[in-house]
């Protein structure tokens, strides 16, 4: 099994940034790809952006492309999501997922094999 673990939620004021990171545990080598979700209330989760190690690539929602950032350290399991420019739209519970090695990278965006329990991000002034 693979444990993930979210930090860096917050609040932040509309136009701030905040750094949001997950370090995965466990059977970090079934891992191939990892990425983020999000739900807002009364919303389903939407995919946000992910990452893949190889081939290195990532992918974004449209609703974040410019003001997102993934990135990550292979080797330490972890994955970041730099935010800036935040609006209230993007006030929501981030959840870090994983994808399981051997499955499309695409999963990521709809079925992830993991999920993290999720880190408050709150965009208001």
Do not use: H
Request: positive net charge; charged residues 20%; hydrophobic residues 35%.
């Amino acid at each position: 099994q693979v444990q993930l673990v979210e930090s860096g939620g917050g609040l932040v004021q509309p136009g701030g940034s905040l750094r949001l990171s997950c370090a995965a545990s466990g059977r970090t080598s079934s891992i191939y790809s990892m990425g983020w979700f999000r739900q807002a209330p009364g919303k389903e989760r939407e995919f946000v952006a992910s990452r893949s190690g190889f081939p290195t690539g990532t992918y974004y929602a449209d609703s974040v492309k410019g003001r997102f950032t993934i990135s990550g350290d292979n080797a330490a399991n972890t994955v970041y999501l730099q935010m800036n420019t935040l609006k209230p739209e993007d006030t929501a519970v981030y959840f870090c997922v994983a994808l399981r090695r051997f499955r499309p990278v695409e999963a990521i965006r709809s079925d992830p094999n993991w999920w993290g329990q999720g880190t408050q991000v709150t965009v208001s002034s």
